[in-house]
């Protein structure tokens, strides 16, 4: 920085460019052979992923964490709702759905107690698979970035790997004190805006992926999603690398959801869709700072805890 041009591209190319090139490379996969042909990869950056309740957000990262995991890759999973017992609980079942779908456990009802042989035998499995490659880490609602910084620097100083952090949910990531003021804001959108753009600059300082899980606009659940649909959900749009929302297929299929009006009709078909057994979600890119965007499908078994790639084109 002394330098008369510290910034000097020819400099960088010629000291500085094969290096970042090198940090830049990975092979790191979803562990979804659909959504990984497409994205072609994943790559130090932050991605968002969006989509109304009952769409499986938090069991598709949580699947993908698994996958991934089993990759080889470490995960830490930030889990601001739900316990770590709920959270292992689910990988378990759906270890016995990816075995035997008819016959396959509830993570309820393995949290009850009803651990049968087979269960027992995915627990077993589900260990020897994911290693001790993924940590949950319960949080609570006091949880902020800088914890979720800290924890990370640790987890990377400790074991010398680069794991792929998922947090589990922006909107209830609490604000950093500010450091001039040493006061939290108590504006939600400025916490928000706030927490995206911190997780942004913990990917580049990092060299990681950071997944964060995100809710959306609510008065966009009768049409396909868009960036219309994050609007309540700070700077995404714009800080993200890649955005992805989850949406029933149904809704980009049915000509009726490009309508202004017959929002009862829409309704209906909501409805019935949720009410399918597996349901048809689509993943569709909105944002792609790595190349093209795409959609790509997905069967969601909600009481397994699963999803599968769907061989239907979009």
Known sequence: QAAARPDNTAFYID??????????????KTGFANLDEAAGGIYAGLYAVGGLSSLGKTTFCHQMADQMAAAGQHVLFFSKEQSRLEMVSKSIARTTAQRDIEKAATSLEIRKGNLTPAVLDAADAYMNTVGNRLSVIEGNFNCTVSFIGEYTRRYIEQ??????????????????????????TNDTKQIVDQNV??????????NIPIFVISSVNRSNYLAPID?????????IEYTADVVWGLQLSVLREDNVFNQQQKIKEKREKVREAKAE???R??????????????????LYYPQHDLFKPDGGTP
């Open 15 to 28: 000291a500085l460019m094969s290096g970042e090139i090198e940090r830049f490379k990975n092979d790191r």
């Open 159 to 184: 074991n010398h790997v680069q794991p792929v952090v998922i947090v589990d949910y922006l909107q209830v990531l609490q604000a950093d004190k500010d450091p001039d003021t040493g006061r939290k």
């Open 197 to 206: 753009v911190a997780l942004k600059r913990m990917t580049r300082s990092l």
């Open 227 to 235: 960036f219309e649909s994050f609007k309540e959900s700070g700077n």
């Open 277 to 279: 057994n597996p349901r």
């Open 281 to 298: 979600i689509d993943l569709v890119c909105l944002k792609n700072r790595y190349g093209r965007d795409y959609t790509t499908n997905f």
